[in-house]
């Protein structure tokens, strides 16, 4: 297991063009004792959990938008989204969407260890694709998109659609693995996060930038 907070770098770190300073900044903000068990239950759950420097750059884009409404697509075990609280004001308003039922239990959980009021968050079970056309045009700060990558342009555009003016997308793992920067990776899933970089970067409607934090996080910024 790292150290509290750290990365411990590899052969995977070298062959993904990881480097000494990339661990650095996974490990410039620490994770608590929260987090870390969070962590944890993610690993033991064979679930997806941002990595420490997503989930940093995550609070302080809550913190800077003072977000009130967010969308968290893919809820795990609650690691992106006591990132996100922590950034959000005292009555900031978490939704947080998640099929597994079994993942939710345990990010309800992280929650009561955080002290995360219970009227901070909405857990919403269910298939992003039938959960999100149901949520309000415009009515959101932030969204985070995580969870299935091959859903992952249906999830932008409904993201897209939620957001207000001024609003940010979020898109967790946009280097996939490090293979999107290599243009001979040719796999389903690198080609379609590829893609979604690449319609993000052309789409008139957005500000795009591609930060290397943990796995890639793509923002955009909705016009």
Do not use: N
């Not at 679930?47 to 809820?75: F, I, K």
């Not at 857990?123 to 009515?139: E, K, N, Q, S, Y």
């Amino acid at each position: 297991m790292p150290p509290r907070g750290g990365i411990i770098t590899s052969d995977v770190d070298a062959r993904h063009g990881r480097t000494a300073g990339w661990a650095y900044t996974e490990s410039f903000v620490p994770e608590d004792d929260v987090l870390l068990r969070a962590r944890e239950r993610a690993a033991e759950l064979g679930c997806h959990a941002p990595p420490p420097g997503t989930g940093a750059v995550l609070r302080v884009m809550a913190a800077s938008l003072a977000a009130r409404a967010v969308v968290e697509v893919g809820t795990g075990t609650g690691v992106g989204s006591l990132w996100l609280l922590r950034g959000m004001p005292a009555d900031g308003v978490l939704t947080t969407i998640d099929v597994e039922l079994e993942h939710q239990r345990a990010a309800k959980r992280a929650f009561a260890e955080a002290g995360i009021a219970p009227g901070r968050t909405r857990t919403i079970p269910g298939r992003p694709a039938d959960v999100l056309p149901r949520l309000t045009d415009g009515a959101y700060d932030l969204v985070l998109v995580g969870a299935d990558p091959y859903a992952y342009p249906e999830y932008v555009e409904e993201a897209l659609r939620l957001l207000r003016p001024g609003g940010v997308l979020a898109v967790d793992g946009a280097l996939h693995e490090g293979r999107v920067p290599d243009p001979a990776r040719r796999d389903e899933v690198t080609t379609v996060v590829r893609e979604v970089g690449r319609a993000l970067r052309a789409d008139e409607r957005v500000v795009p930038a591609l930060l290397p934090s943990g796995d890639g996080l793509l923002l955009a910024v909705r016009r």
